[in-house]
C-alpha cells in the first residue's frame, strides 16, 4: 500500500484519482524502470544520468537525483527525454502511471492541474538554482552547498556519481572533501 504522507510536499488529494492509477515497483539496483511514466519515489534512490551506449554507465553523467517523496517525470516521448536514463542506487519502492493517464487527469481535474502547476514551478526553479551553480561556482562551492542544503546527497549519494553531478573527478571530489575534514 502507498504510503501517502511521504509525498505531503505536493498538494495532492488523499483521495484524488491519481492514488488508484499508481502501479508500484520494488526496485533493486538491477532493476530497469519504467519510461515515459510520472513516479512518486516512496522509498530508495534513483539517479538520473545522461545515456551514452559507447559509455560504461559508471560513467555516465549524473544530471539528478531522487529521493524518498520526490515525484518526477521519467519521460520517453522526445528526442531530449530519450537521452535520460533512470537507474535505482539504492534498493526501494517506486509507484508510478503512465504519461497519457496524467495528461488525462489534468485535463479533467482543476486539482491535478493545480498539482502539476507546483511542481513545474519545483523543478524549474531547481534547475535555474543547478543551472547558475554549474556557471558560477567551484566544484569545491558546490560541495559545499551540496554538505549545507542537501545533506541527503551527500548520505545517500555514491561519491562517484556525486563526483559526476558536481562535473569533476571522483579523485578530485576526495581531495576537495580531504580539504574541507
Known amino acids: 500500500m502507498i504510503d501517502k504522507q511521504v509525498f505531503s510536499k505536493y498538494p495532492i ?14 526496485f533493486t539496483k538491477k532493476t530497469v524502470l519504467p519510461k515515459d511514466v510520472l513516479c512518486f ?9 545522461i545515456a551514452d551506449v559507447e559509455k560504461d554507465p559508471e560513467e555516465r553523467i549524473s544530471v539528478d537525483f531522487y529521493f524518498e517523496g520526490d ?15 533512470y537507474e535505482p542506487i539504492s534498493s526501494g519502492i517506486l509507484w508510478y502511471v503512465a504519461m497519457s493517464e ?5 485535463l479533467e481535474s482543476k486539482l491535478c492541474s493545480t498539482t502539476q502547476k507546483v511542481f513545474l514551478e519545483e523543478q524549474l526553479r531547481e534547475k535555474t538554482l543547478r543551472e547558475i551553480q554549474l556557471l558560477k561556482t567551484t566544484p569545491k562551492e558546490m560541495y559545499m552547498y551540496l ?12 561519491l562517484k556519481y556525486l563526483a559526476s553531478y ?7 571530489l576526495s581531495r576537495i572533501r580531504k580539504k574541507i575534514n
Do not use: C, M
Open 147 to 158: 554538505l549545507n542544503n542537501k545533506p541527503h546527497f551527500v548520505q545517500h549519494v555514491p
Open 71 to 85: 515525484i518526477f517525470t521519467a519521460r520517453a516521448d522526445n528526442e531530449v527525454e530519450r537521452q535520460f536514463v
Open 102 to 106: 496524467v495528461r488525462t487527469l489534468f
Open 13 to 26: 488529494d488523499n483521495y484524488g484519482e491519481i492514488w488508484d492509477k499508481l502501479s508500484p515497483v520494488y
Open 41 to 49: 519515489l516512496q522509498k530508495g534512490t534513483v539517479r538520473k544520468s
Open 166 to 172: 558536481i562535473g569533476i573527478t571522483p579523485q578530485a
